[in-house]
Each structure stands twice: as structure tokens, then as C-alpha cells.
């Protein structure tokens, strides 16, 4: 009760960079007791790291720490791991549940934090031999779920129970520690429907009541102008807005969240619609089952010759989209390429129909890891159209034509300047740059009539980033291939592209210039957010 | 759910029809077949019931229980070799047993930490491994560096031990005592005393903090983990407890068959132990005991009576042989190949369910935009 | 200094790269070889044996290849294989072929087993996969007791290879003689003194190493290998990988057909019945042994790890018997080779966590 007046949690001075990559500035916030903070920002603000600074994860650790302070009841702290951050007092929900599938609610609940029944046998061989209270475990369940305020079935699997259970579930949890101060929810609302939403809201309000302070983070504004007291805005790292709750709105929300006043940059410098050019790609009614990133219902033309920008928050389904287009998940829909349908769910066809693909997931699908340079350009060139092979005995064997490939190879390396020891090096060995630029030259040398590029720049430093977009331009410049860029980084698809489409709830919000203002972005990310 | 039911009590239902047909072909009395199924539900039992921790830990069908069974053995020669005879020397050679189990298990455990994901292939050539380390001392360390002092037992050449070491001094001397009589059926009483407690233990196991333990880290390691469970140790100790039982449960079979085949008596254990857990139906992922007592029964049945029912058809006794063997490995066939596909089919229903979600909803949609 | 560091740390990352255990065997083998003269050993017919021995395996550890290179595995499924070689070589000579035309025949006839055989094993591969070198195991087993049943019941009735009292039966081991013993190593045989090279026997190993190798430099053999690399990028690629592992086993059991026929026209004799049953085992110690990993192998490894192998087998009895007059060669040869597979097993896991 003396730390009544200090707040209880106080971040002062955070700054965290990975490999030089600043990705936090000097963050200064403070949350009461039994306050709520509603934490908002684009992917890639920086929200996802504050809390893990805060979380003592390991990710933070290992890539050399932070600078600056965190007080928690006017001590200071910092955390080598989660479980001190757990042991001080804070909570934290993760987007992905970490269930036990097998468990049911009450055993998932105190998982590994079971009351015991002593038994004389444990005096042998320790304490993991006691029997667990079974008695017990269900009061102390009931109690959380109580004081949650949302009713689960607490002795239903896991495996059998609504996304929306496991959620409160994992809340529950947080909830059953007896030391916790402070609850961090990320994104919470996106897995629950609209009650179980309200009822989750209606329990943040409960919980701050009870004294437990609250960490709020969603795309949802509505939700956190519901709840919160405080909401903090993180724009590139930058704390940009804090403000009590009751002082702001959606718009200046919004605003802040993209609006970028200083480097406003007013879309790309060659930005040119081509309002006449025929359509190449059209697409309609396309649905795609990619975990995480479902499409649904986007109907889309791209035009010949352009770059088109897809953009939208983590989540909504943008990269869906290339993706279910070139087989890789399961989709459905009308694909018409110059005319002719596009069947679904082959991969092999759409490389026929030249189309290429540099996939988000570089390390899992873009690249042959441990193979060399030579393979990983060539290799889709090979298959497809049968490229780099020489013939013997009058076509019966063809063979890799190793010469040929060597040329390739050494053609993209100086053009899009990857930095290796040489054409044999194996692609693990590179750096997330560099192994990049490899994707993009895999892609180019099949020389496609239709790019997708899904989150070029992803983990890449700032050089290799410009390298990558300017490659891209060039190409499509040059020869005249159609382009259509997936990212997260608006500010990059206002400079790379001619128009940009957005995605939202995983359909399309709208399809603006790239010279449209940064605000009319941002409303479009949050239309249909879930 | 139920359709996964069926399929895990398909293989039970197969075996009884085969013993069904059986067990008339091959004319034995059923007082002989009954005598027999009794004897050997107490000799194997034991031994099955130590496969059932290392399931629950989410490791699979352990074929490193052979690691436990050579131990057992290299104890029963030592004691036999001080003629500590009768019960006391079988509680000896457990007590022997113990620590050369407890460290094999442990180095067992420890190399499967090292190869999640394929713990099954892994304990397997373990056994096969270990099974050279155990020649190296039983055949070659025995006599010349660990002293031997019976010629009984040893090889003519002044070391290594015989292919054939005689326990007649512990011939079914736990299985006779409190042995009780009913219609000229020997019912070993005593061992089936053991084997009902070591159920009560597995049971009571199963609600122990540890227990909850294992069945969490056999579901989610990483769930386990960042709750706070040494995922490794955990694996560790259920590997040890599997070994330790394992060995004791050899003692159990070899007092039972009044003899060790040195060089083999071990080899096969693991194999039939494992098929007869699945013809219970137990699958690799879930095992419990009630598939152990159904199990032993089943399998036992069909290896007692194939043989005879085989040469009563064909008129060549190997034909039933060779079927049996045929029939056990089959069973581990089928079974690894039904948990692989549950494990795909697990997934792709997932996905299915989405893609319903979102063919009801893509004309809505639709109708929307 | 610094460089001093360097190396030293380079010799650190190529022992890791090596393997401890590979070491151990390679120097171990070394060392029979050097002690060999000391002890009495003759050492041309030492190494004269190894040879001889090479020229009988080597075929069933190419078998291992193909499907590591799709990223099957080890092959543990080889006794299918090898199953369709002993179809192949008892209707040979049930069907009446005799000498060098006998072999020639065994290929012929095993040739189709060896396909269908492969097929149905690849399909299955292919629905489960991940779990393909514990089941590819229990498969091998189960067909190999399966054919124990078979080689009682299928009508044989030539005297040479059946039960002389029944008439029926095939027995356990039959005799080549007259057959297609030695077809392959008496082409061409090389004799000097004590040393006899198979000839014949080699280049038959040198035509299929080289076909593999030559396959591997195919689009389709290229393809192969990204499958086992990344199946995800092949498939993004427009790789059918399904189809591509199904030709990859397919491969792999057809050259365990072929390979079993070249071990028995070494060796003399037909070996029924459970033979088969543990000889996926040494042919996959052999090609670790050799510097393959679970998804990596090559030509190179294949005869590096056979000639090492090989060398063990052979050596170890008659250096070590006549060295401490204990013959221990099959318990070492146990612990070199499960070790080995021990090792590969548990190496992957730690490489890419």
C-alpha cells in the first residue's frame, strides 16, 4: 500500500535494436493500478517487442538485450526469462494458445502449477510423486473463471472446445496466478465472436475493478475506446500518441497510426495508373484456406504492365491471396489469366502459364537451404521450361547444363549484387538480404509475364531493401512483366507501386493510387478488421 | 470419435476371429488352451505393462525395453553364479537389476531427447546397439574380467557364458507359491499378486504431479515447456521407469521358463511385447491397461493355437509358424501405419471444416461487395 | 595467432562435420590394416577379401541413394527388394536356365516384382510421410515373414531347390552351382598370387553407379534431390513430389533386387527364409559409415562406406583373433554399425534446431 503512489508499471526509456535495426526509440509510458492501456500501432510498430522487453522472452535476450528502464511497484526490473516476469507478478495471452490438446480446462489452467496432496513417497523420491489434489485444482479453476467472469465448461478438452473457449481459457490462467498485477492481451479479440468479445470486454473491466492492470493490444478501436483508460499509439517504434481514452477518437487513432508527417513521402515518384491498359489477371470470387491468412470472397483485375500493391494489417489475408492463386493452399474461385481460366490448386499450371512466385516464407519455401546458389536460381527455370539442359543421344538424356547454369547464376549475382563467396555457396550461408535477392532472381530467370512478390523486404536491412524494390522496378520496367507486391510496409508499396489494393477481414477494402493520403490507407486497414 | 473407436478395436476384432477359427482347428482340449493362456498372462504381463509410461510421455511403442530385459539377464547370471537360489535370488537379481536399468535408461533417454520426432527407429537400433554392448560383456567380459566361478555356466574355452544358463534352482518358484488349483488350472497367484499391484502403481502413477506431467509433455512439448516442465528430464525418467520394469518383468518370464537362451532370450522379447499391447488395442499414442490383459490374451491365444490349426491345413507345422511371426509384425505394420494416417487425417479434417466455413459464407459475401 | 585459432577451430568443425564416429571406425580400420603384417595376417588375401567383399555388396548400399535423395530416409524397407532378387533367381531356375544365362534371366523376372513391389511400398511412403523409416522397417519384416509362408506353399518343383523328402518346400539355402555362380566375377577374373579381383563383378557395380550418377544429373534427378532437400520448394517449383518419391523407391527396391542377385552370385548360394531379414541394417551403417546423413548421400559415399565396412568385416576376425586370440569381430562389428546409425539418427535433429 506505500507504492500507492508510484505507478505500477513505468517504462522509461526503452530502445531495442536488432542487428542495428532500431525497431524501438525511447519509449516512456506509465499505467496505473487496475488501469487500462489499450496498445495500437501497424505491424512492424514495435508492439510485439515492447511486450516482449516486458515479458523477459528469450528472442530479446539473445539478440543482446534493451536499454532503459522498466519499474514494476516502483522496483526496478528486468527479466532474463518469462518465468521472472510470471514470478513478479506479470501475465501475458499470446495469439497462439499454448493449450495442452488432451487437457481439459481446469488441468490447463494450473498446468504445472497443480495443488498437491503429499504423499510419504515423495519423502524417496521427491516432490513430483505427490498426487495431485484433484479437489482442489477444481475450486481453484472455478475461482479463476469467477473471477474471470466468462463462463467456460471447466472440465470440456480443450480439443473439443470453440476457439473462443481456449481463448478464455488461456485468460483464465493468467488469471489463477495469485500474484499477478498486470495482464497483457494480444489481440485477444480476434479468434472470438462478437459476444464473446463483448463478454471479454465486459471481464477487462471486471479485472481492472479487482486491481489488475491491463495491457490491451487489438486493431479494433472501437473495442479499445470501450475499455481503455490510456491509449498509446506506436508508429516505427515511436511512442507517437498517449492519451487518456475519453480525449480521442477512431480518426485521430487512425491518423496517428499511419499518418507519417515527416517523411511523407507522396507515393512513388513514377506512380503511373494506366486507366486504358487491358486487363492480364482477373480474379473472381477467390477464397483461400491459408492458415492465418484466410481470403475470402476477393474479387481483383490486375492490369498489364503495372505493379499493384496489396496491402493490409498481419492477419487479414493479403498474403492469402498469391498464395491460393499459385496452388500453394487450398482455394476456390475464377482465376482468368489474358483470357484463358486458370485452374486452381495446381502449381505446375500457373508456372506454365507463366506466372512466378517469391514466397513470403523464404526459408520453407522459397529456398533449397542447403544447396547451392546455381540450384536455387536455376532449378524452377529447369522444371518448368526446361532450361540449362543439354542433350545427349538425340534428346533421349538431357543433363544439366552446368556451364549455362554457372552464367546464370553469375548474371544475377552482379545484377542484384548478392553478396557470396561464389556460385557454389549453399543459400543457408547467406544473409536474409542476400538470400532475398536469390528468390527474386529464381523468379526472374524464369522470365514470368506475371510476378507476385509476397513481402520482399521482410527481415531485411535497410540497403538490401531499396536493392530489392528498385530490382523489382526495373524489371517490370524492362521487361514489361505485370507485378503484383504483397506487403505489410505501405510506406514501400506507396513508392514501388502504380495503385494499391487493400485488404481487410480478408476481402478487399478498397483499391486507391498510391499518391492517396496515408489517412485513407489506414481507414481502409481497419474497415472489416478481425 | 467414433470412427476412430472402430478402428482402434478393428485389430482386436480381426484377432478374434482368427483365434475363433483357430483355436477348433487345432484341437486342443480347452482346459490345455486355458492352462496355457494362464501361464502366460503371469510370465508376460509384467512386461508389457512396462511399454504403457513411455506412451503416456508421447515417446511411442518403446523398443528400447530391451535395454531392461538384458539387464534382468545379466543379473540372473551373476546370482545364478553365486547360487543364491529361490525367491531370494530373484529378489536379488532385481536388486541387481535396478542400476545397470536405471543407467541404460538413462543413456537411452538421453540419446531420444536427441532424436524427437523419431523416437520409435531410434530405440529400436538402441536395442540392437546395446545389445552388441551386452555380447561384449556377456560373451567376453564374463569369466576373464567379471570372475564367473561355475563351469556350469561358463563356455568350455574358460570364458563367456554358455547359449543355454539353467535357473532350475528358480524354476516357477514365485509362480508356485500361493499357486492355487481350479479344475486342473494352475492359477500362480503370487505373480499374479505382483502384476495387480504394479497396475494399482501405474494407476496411482497416472494422478501423481509427475504423471500430469509426462501426459502434458506427450501431448505439447512446447506448451509443456513454457509452462515451466523440464521437458528433457521428464522424457528421461520415463524412459528409466519403462527400462527398470522392463527388467523386472524379465525376471518374472525367465523364472517362469526355468531358463535363459543368453544370446536370444531378449532379442524377440521387445518385438512380441509391443504386437501383443497393439493387438490389445492400443494404438501408438494410447495405451491403457485394460489393452495389456485383452492384449496378452488375444496374442497368446493365436500363437498357442496357429501352429496346430497351420499343419492341421496344410499338414507342415512351419506354415503356423511363420504365420505367427507374419502376424506379429503385421500387427506393428498396421498399427504404425493407422497412427501415421491419424496424424494426417487430424490435420486435413482441420482444414476441411475451414473450407465448409467458408463455402456457406462466400455467397454472402458475395451479395455484400 | 589468430590464424593458429582458426585452424584449430577449422579441425574442431571438420571432426564435427566428420563425425566422432565415423572417425573412430575409419582410424580403426587403419589401424587393422597397419597392425595386419605385425600379427600374421596375410595381407593380400586380407585385402583381396575386402575386394571380393565390396563387389557382393556394394549394389544393395547404391539401393540406399535413391531414397535418401528424395528424402525418404534410410532404407530399411530394403528385404522388399531383395525379396523381388529371390523371386527372380528361384524361377530362374525353376523355369530351367543354367549358367551365365540364369543371372541374365533373374534380373528379367525380378525386374517386374521389383516394380510392383516398389509401387505399392512408394504409394504407402507416400501417405505417411515422416514416419517412413519405422514403418519402411515393419514392412520389410512383414513381407520377409510373409514369403517364409510363400516359399512353402508356391509350387517349386525343381530337385535342386527343394526339401529332397517332401518334394515341395523350397529349402533354406540352395546351391548355384551350375547356375549363375560367379556369372559376374568370373568375367574377366584378374588373378596375382593371392589377390583375385572380380572384374566383371566391378564393372557391373561401376555400370549402375554410374547409370545413379549419371540420373542424378537428369531434370528428373535433379528434382529428385530438391524434393529431399525442400519438398516445400519443390513443390512451389511445379514438382509433383509424390510422383518423384514414388520413382525414387521404386529405384531403391529395384537395385536391392538387382544388388541381392549380385551378393548371391558371389557368394554361391541362394539364402532363403529369414536371411533377408537384418540385411537392410548393414547395407544402411554402411553408407553413414561412408558420410551419408539421413538425407544426404552420394556416389562417393556409397563406395567409401561399403570399402570401410567391408574392411571391418573382414579384417576384424583374423587381426583381433590373432592379436588377443579372442574373436570378437561380430560383437565390434555390432557396436560399429549400430553406433553409426545411432549417431546419423540423433544428428539431424540437433542440426536443424
Known amino acids: 500500500m506505500e507504492t500507492n503512489s508510484a505507478p505500477l508499471l513505468k517504462l522509461q526509456g526503452i530502445k531495442k535494436d536488432f542487428n542495428g535495426n532500431q525497431v524501438l526509440a525511447d519509449i516512456n509510458l506509465e499505467l496505473g493500478k487496475g488501469e487500462v492501456l489499450g496498445l495500437c500501432g501497424e505491424n512492424g510498430a514495435g508492439k510485439s517487442t515492447l511486450m516482449k522487453i516486458l515479458f523477459g522472452a528469450a528472442d530479446i535476450t539473445e539478440t543482446g538485450g534493451y536499454s532503459g528502464d522498466i519499474y514494476l511497484d516502483g522496483q526496478k526490473v528486468s527479466f532474463e526469462t518469462p518465468f521472472e516476469a510470471i514470478e513478479a507478478g506479470i501475465g501475458m495471452v499470446h495469439q497462439e494458445f499454448s493449450l495442452i490438446p488432451g487437457f481439459d480446462a481446469t488441468e490447463n489452467i494450473l498446468l504445472n502449477r497443480e495443488p498437491e496432496k503429499y504423499s510419504f513417497i515423495s519423502e524417496i523420491f521427491g516432490d513430483r510423486l505427490n498426487t495431485l489434489d484433484r479437489k482442489k485444482m477444481d475450486e481453484r479453476s472455478a475461482e479463476a473463471v469467477e473471477k474471470m467472469g466468462v463462463a467456460i465448461d471447466r472440465h470440456m478438452m480443450i480439443n473439443s472446445m470453440p476457439v473462443g473457449h481456449k481463448q478464455f481459457t488461456e485468460i483464465a490462467r493468467e488469471l489463477s496466478k495469485d500474484q499477478l498485477k498486470l495482464l497483457i492481451l494480444d489481440e485477444p479479440t480476434a479468434v472470438l465472436t462478437e459476444r464473446e468479445a463483448e463478454a471479454l470486454l465486459a471481464s477487462i473491466k471486471g479485472m481492472s475493478e479487482r486491481g489488475i492492470s491491463v495491457i490491451f493490444i487489438t486493431h479494433r478501436l472501437q473495442e479499445v475506446l470501450t475499455v481503455c483508460d490510456t491509449v498509446a499509439v506506436l508508429r516505427d517504434g515511436v511512442l507517437v500518441e498517449c492519451t487518456p481514452a475519453s480525449e480521442t477518437d477512431e480518426a485521430r487513432i487512425t491518423k496517428s497510426m499511419v499518418g507519417r508527417s515527416i517523411m511523407g513521402v507522396a507515393g512513388s515518384d513514377d506512380a503511373s495508373e494506366q486507366p486504358d491498359a487491358p486487363t492480364i489477371l482477373s480474379i473472381e470470387k477467390l477464397w483461400v484456406d491459408m492458415p492465418g491468412e484466410t481470403v475470402r470472397n476477393v474479387s481483383l483485375d490486375v492490369k498489364e504492365g503495372e505493379i499493384l500493391g496489396i496491402g493490409g494489417l498481419a492477419g487479414q489475408g493479403k498474403l492469402g491471396i498469391p498464395n491460393g492463386i499459385m496452388g500453394l493452399y487450398e482455394a476456390g474461385g475464377t482465376v482468368t489469366f489474358e483470357g484463358r481460366q486458370i485452374p486452381l490448386n495446381n502449381p505446375r499450371i500457373c508456372l506454365d502459364s507463366s506466372f512466378a512466385f517469391v514466397s513470403e516464407d523464404r526459408r520453407r519455401v522459397g529456398l533449397l537451404l542447403d544447396e547451392s546458389l546455381e540450384w536455387n536460381i536455376s532449378f524452377p527455370a529447369m522444371q518448368i521450361q526446361n532450361k540449362f539442359l543439354k542433350s545427349y543421344l538425340g534428346g533421349l538424356i538431357k543433363w544439366r547444363d552446368e556451364k549455362a547454369i554457372r552464367e546464370l547464376t553469375e548474371k544475377y549475382i552482379e545484377e542484384l549484387q548478392i553478396r557470396c563467396t561464389g556460385t557454389k555457396q549453399n543459400a543457408r550461408q547467406l544473409s536474409g538480404g542476400n538470400q532475398q535477392k536469390v528468390c527474386l532472381a529464381k523468379a526472374f530467370a524464369l522470365q514470368p509475364r506475371l510476378l507476385f512478390v509476397s513481402e520482399p523486404t521482410r527481415g531485411i536491412d535497410v540497403g538490401a531493401k531499396a536493392l530489392v524494390l528498385n530490382a523489382l522496378k526495373k524489371f517490370n520496367k524492362e521487361s514489361g512483366t505485370t507485378v503484383v507486391m504483397v506487403s505489410s510496409e505501405l510506406q514501400e508499396l506507396r513508392q514501388t507501386c502504380d495503385r494499391i489494393a487493400i485488404v481487410s477481414g480478408g476481402r478487399i477494402s478498397g483499391i486507391l493510387p498510391s499518391s492517396a493520403p496515408m489517412e485513407e490507407f489506414g481507414t481502409l486497414m481497419l474497415k472489416d478488421v478481425v | ?369 | 595467432m589468430e590464424e593458429s585459432i582458426t585452424f584449430k577451430d577449422r579441425i574442431k568443425d571438420s571432426v564435427a562435420e566428420f563425425g566422432l564416429p565415423r572417425l573412430i571406425i575409419t582410424g580403426f580400420l587403419v589401424l587393422l590394416l597397419i597392425m595386419a603384417p605385425f600379427v600374421g595376417a596375410d595381407l593380400p588375401t586380407q585385402i583381396s577379401n575386402i575386394i571380393n567383399r565390396f563387389s557382393w555388396n556394394g549394389i544393395l548400399v547404391l539401393a540406399m541413394v535413391p531414397m535418401v535423395h528424395s528424402g525418404c530416409g534410410l532404407n530399411f524397407g530394403l528385404p522388399l527388394g531383395i525379396i523381388s532378387g529371390l523371386l527372380g533367381a528361384t524361377m530362374s531356375i525353376e523355369l530351367g536356365f543354367t549358367g551365365a544365362m540364369s543371372f541374365v534371366a533373374a534380373i528379367l523376372i525380378a525386374t517386374p516384382f521389383a516394380l510392383v513391389f516398389g509401387m505399392l511400398y512408394g504409394w504407402l511412403l507416400n501417405k505417411i510421410k515422416g514416419g517412413e523409416m519405422m514403418i519402411a522397417t515393419y514392412v520389410g519384416f512383414s513381407s520377409v515373414s510373409l514369403m517364409c509362408m510363400m516359399w512353402l506353399v508356391l509350387p517349386y518343383s525343381s530337385p535342386n531347390m527343394v526339401w529332397g523328402l517332401a518334394g515341395k518346400g523350397l529349402r533354406t539355402t540352395i546351391s548355384l552351382e551350375g547356375y549363375f555362380d560367379q556369372a559376374l566375377a568370373g568375367i574377366a577374373q584378374i588373378n596375382i598370387g593371392n589377390i583375385s579381383i572380380p572384374t566383371g563383378t566391378l564393372l557391373f557395380f561401376a555400370l549402375l553407379a554410374f547409370a545413379i550418377w549419371a540420373f542424378l544429373h537428369t531434370k528428373t534427378g535433379t528434382a529428385m534431390t530438391a524434393v529431399g532437400s525442400n519438398p516445400a520448394f519443390a513443390k512451389a517449383a511445379g514438382v509433383n513430389v509424390d510422383r518423384i518419391r514414388m520413382l525414387s523407391v521404386v529405384m531403391s527396391t529395384w537395385l536391392a533386387a538387382v544388388g541381392i542377385l549380385v551378393y548371391e552370385q558371389g557368394f554361391g548360394f541362394i539364402q532363403l527364409y529369414m536371411a533377408p531379414f537384418y540385411m537392410a541394417l548393414p547395407a544402411v551403417s554402411a553408407i553413414l559409415i561412408g558420410g551419408a546423413s539421413v538425407n544426404k548421400a552420394s556416389i562417393m559415399n556409397v563406395i567409401v562406406g561399403t570399402i570401410l565396412f567391408q574392411g571391418i568385416v573382414t579384417m576384424t576376425p583374423t587381426v583381433m583373433n590373432n592379436m588377443i586370440h579372442m574373436d570378437m569381430s561380430e560383437v565390434i562389428r555390432i557396436i560399429a554399425s549400430m553406433g553409426m546409425i545411432l549417431f546419423a539418427l540423433t544428428r539431424k535433429t540437433e542440426g536443424s534446431r
Open chain 2, 1 to 369: 470419435m467414433k470412427k476412430i473407436n472402430l478402428r482402434q478395436a478393428s485389430v482386436p476384432i480381426m484377432f478374434i476371429i482368427i483365434c475363433a477359427i483357430c483355436i477348433p482347428l487345432s484341437g486342443l482340449s480347452p482346459k490345455m488352451l486355458v492352462n496355457e493362456i494362464v501361464t502366460r498372462m503371469g510370465r508376460n504381463a509384467f512386461l508389457i505393462l512396462s511399454l504403457l509410461i513411455p506412451i503416456m510421455a508421447g515417446m511411442g511403442l518403446n523398443f528400447g525395453m530391451t535395454l531392461g530385459a538384458m539387464a534382468a539377464e545379466i543379473a540372473l547370471i551373476l546370482v545364478c553364479d553365486w547360487q543364491i537360489v529361490s525367491v531370494p535370488g530373484m529378489i536379488l537379481a532385481a536388486i541387481i537389476s535396478v542400476p545397470i536399468s536405471v543407467l541404460l535408461g538413462i543413456f537411452c533417454g538421453k540419446i531420444l531427447n536427441r532424436a524427437k520426432g523419431r523416437e520409435m527407429i531410434t530405440s529400436y537400433i538402441m536395442a540392437f546397439f546395446v545389445n552388441g554392448i551386452y555380447q561384449l560383456i556377456v560373451l567376453y567380459l564374463m569369466g576373464s574380467v567379471i570372475p564367473i566361478k561355475h563351469s556350469t555356466i561358463k563356455l568350455p574355452r574358460g570364458y563367456g557364458i554358455r547359449n543355454t544358463v539353467s535357473l532350475l534352482s528358480m524354476r516357477q518358484k514365485l509362480d508356485n507359491m500361493l499357486a492355487v488349483t481350479i479344475g486342473g488350472v494352475k492359477i500362480p497367484v503370487l505373480t499374479f499378486i505382483i502384476i495387480a499391484v504394479m497396475c494399482l502403481v501405474i494407476v496411482w502413477f497416472r494422478r501423481t504431479k509427475l504423471g500430469q506431467d509426462m501426459r502434458a509433455v506427450g501431448q505439447d512439448m512446447e506448451v509443456a515447456r513454457d509452462a515451466g516442465i523440464n521437458v528433457e528430464r521428464t522424457r528421461i525418467i520415463s524412459i528409466v521407469i519403462s527400462t527398470v520394469l522392463a527388467g523386472l518383468g524379465m525376471i518374472i518370464y525367465l523364472q517362469n521358463m526355468g531358463n535363459i537362451a543368453t544370446y536370444t532370450a531378449h532379442s524377440q522379447i521387445g518385438m512380441f511385447c509391443i504386437a501383443a499391447l497393439l493387438v490389445g488395442g492400443a494404438s501408438v499414442d494410447k495405451a491403457s491397461i485394460g489393452n495389456v490383459f485383452l492384449g496378452v490374451v488375444l496374442f497368446h491365444t493365436m500363437f498357442i493355437v496357429a501352429p496346430r490349426a497351420g499343419a492341421y491345413i496344410t499338414g507342415d507345422s512351419m506354415i503356423g509358424e511363420y504365420f505367427r511371426v507374419f502376424v506379429s509384425y503385421a500387427v506393428i505394420t498396421v498399427a504404425l501405419i493407422m497412427y501415421e494416417t491419424n496424424k494426417r487425417r487430424a490435420k486435413s479434417a482441420a482444414s476441411q471444416r475451414l473450407q465448409e466455413e467458408q463455402d456457406a459464407e462466400s455467397p454472402a459475401g458475395g451479395e455484400n461487395s
